[in-house]
């Protein structure tokens, strides 16, 4: 749905609901207190009886709005203006829309918070909105959540309009791109696999202005990808290679790698029920990639990207890969199958090792990986590895940027003796449950070359088990953003 930006007095805007921005101890001001004055002050009033107090995410109606345009008001909380950070902002955005697409509306309207950059605010509050528009029910034979018609951004008349209107731009093509790859991710492994992610990522392609290549089996046995081949055997579904390229200019080559498991069953070791469960959310990565490729091209950023989604099932059918394969991989390295579960390093090692022969300058790849890495840094925090110190900072300050959350892990060499085989070069577990998400990390290290690579373990942030006001259970999107503010900045 469009998010477009307004520049009227808030009285004067005319929608089914007007979202208002409170800060937590403190009197209206600004367009809000113009509006306040025109309601009769009734702002004024229910936050002295303390019905309205502006803490984070206070969701208040208010359906008696006689003196503005609007049919209804909904108060939002946004915390202390102190702690109004893209964040909270974010979450406010979102915990309003969240609220209010419970039933079809047309229009939804937001005001920008008095007295902060009012594009920084349209850019952070816009992808909130759009966050909250839709939920997980996607199957569900009666829908329960309703994107509205129009969402617009109001700021005041004297706002910067051309930075405004840049802001929301950016704002309505990253949460598209987000809602894409949650989508994917919600989507049931019936009906995403392999050649149906193929054909959404063509089509994604030709409506966003970049292109896509899918490599079949064929062409994967020609390219040697021994690895990914020997996890896709388990499956009756075949595996796909999907090659996306942006070019917006001549220009070094960002390579984007995603982990694309469209079901991850475990294979022969095979995971519990329980574990099994939300394994849909094994393509997390690949859906990372493939959305935020999608904006890149969309913001014609200048720069060039390459985006290699690995895309398998992880089944154990008769002819899975069994433990104590050896498996030769594309770059020519020999790994020793001793855990099937541990599927994603393996179909990793031969998309990063076509990267490298695509002559990208740079590597990211995106991989909802180990439960070991959630061990680490909880569900809301992803693990950075890599083997460039400079370009992972890189990274993770394109995560800061986009408001997302990534802290290091470390890549000491000792890490690496714990992954070396007796029969192969190196095998894909170490067999002891220590340092999880490094040693796998370690695993990929083997076939990035001298490439600087950052790894992106995503296990927790890409799922969220249980709804919050601020959003929604299942896919959340995570890393998107990061992806296409790294694009933004890189040279
Ligand atoms: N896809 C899983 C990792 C995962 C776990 C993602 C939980 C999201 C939530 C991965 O393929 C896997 O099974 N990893 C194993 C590795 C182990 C066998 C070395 C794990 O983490 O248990
Ligand atoms: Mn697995
Ligand atoms: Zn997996």
Known sequence: MPLTAQFALLAEVSADFLILPIFEEEAPAGALAQLDARLGGVLTRLRQSGDITGKANEITPLLDRAGAATTRLLAVGLGKRSAADQFALRDAGAAASRALTDRPRQRLAMALPDGLDAAASAHALGVGLLQGCDGPGIRKSKPERFAPQELWLVAPPAAPIDAVREATHRAAIEGKAIALARELVNLPPSELYPESFAARATQVAGASGFTCTILDEKQLEAERMGALLAVARGSDRPPRLIVLRYNGGNRPLLGLVGKGVTFDSGGLSLKSSEQMADMKCDMAGAAAVLGAVSAIAELRLPVSVLGVLAVVEN?????????????????????????????????????????????ASHLVDLATLTGACMVALGEDVAGLMGNDPAWSDNVLAAAWRAGERAWPLPMFPAYGELIKSNVADIKNITGKRFAGAITAAKFLEHFVGTVPWAHLDIAGPAWADAESPTRDAGGTGAFVRTLIELAREYK
């Not at 199958?337 to 022969?357: H, Q």
């Open 315 to 359: 089944m154990p059918g008769g002819r899975a890969m069994k433990l104590g394969d050896v498996l030769h991989a594309r770059n020519g390295k020999t790994i020793e199958v001793l855990n099937t579960d541990a599927e994603g390093r393996l179909i990793l090692a031969d998309a990063l090792s076509y990267a490298v022969d695509q002559k």
